[in-house]
């Protein structure tokens, strides 16, 4: 629980038996995590064996890919806010209070794995992969004028439940490239984000995708392509702007709040109001002049 609002974190899992107890219970133990949900993409076998016990709540999505597995996840989802991670032991569960921190401000919270000083020993994230989705995210960065954008890939992101609501119809890729597709879409509809720098470690075992140079190198172009085609227009579907819906949710906001935090909330406004209006003769300091 945040400011009470419920966190839920999504894990995608397909060859992650060794890790998967110990990041789901990582998750958990910060105290700040209301569930952990773990979608079985036709994960190893003993996968849910190690899920067993921990609390998480696990979904099955046969039809492969990370993308699948992460809609599936999104759609079992009831929480105010939703962290995506991957229980590879990548990721840190120390980060999501970041990531919570900017959630007060900002809908959408992008990790980035690029910042030297947050990536360990052992990480992959060697040169080319560094510098490839730094330069694919400044590539986007200048196309659509957004902020500042130094990872394109990086799994690790916080959204508010609006903003997933919004863009859901529009998530069509259930490949490698769906982390992409997820940023553009956000982009897409004038979602205000910003980019925070998150822990990057070593993995336990071998990724399917970066793990193989010519695969990561595939995905790169796969990459590019997707925020070429944004670009030049070929998603056209018509969008609602994230400007034009805030005030329904906010609305909607304020209808759900507790009557006597309202009035509470109504009561200071009015004193700060009258505070402002006061005549200046009685909200300045008496001169006496010689």
Partial sequence: MWHGKTVAVIFPTYNEKASIRAATLEYLRTGLVDEVIVVNNNAAPGTSEEIAGT??????????????????????????????????????????????????????????????????????????????????????????????????????????????????????????????????????????????????RARVGESSVTGDLWKAFCLGMQMIALVLQYRLGFFRAARAPWDEVVPVTARARVADSEPAELTRELAELSQSMSRENAPASKSRPRVTRP
Avoid at 175 to 183: E, K, R, T
């Fill in 55 to 200: 609390g998480a709540r696990e979904f099955f999505e046969s039809k492969q890919g990370y993308g699948h597995a992460l809609l599936r996840g999104i759609d079992e989802c009831a929480a105010d806010l939703i962290i995506l991670s991957e229980p590879d032991g990548t990721f840190s569960g120390n980060d999501v209070i970041k990531l919570l921190a900017f959630s007060a401000d900002l809908p959408v919270v992008f990790g980035t794995r690029t910042s030297r000083e947050f990536i360990w020993a052992g990480a992959n994230m060697g040169r080319f992969l560094r510098w490839g989705n730094w330069a694919v995210a400044k590539m986007t960065e200048m196309l659509f004028n957004t902020t500042i954008l130094t990872d394109m890939g990086c799994t690790h992101r916080l959204f508010h439940r609006e903003v997933l609501e919004l863009i859901r119809p529009h998530l069509t890729i259930g490949g490698s490239h769906f982390g992409p597709q997820l940023l553009m879409e956000v982009v897409a509809h004038r979602i205000p984000f910003v980019e925070i720098p998150v822990n990057y």
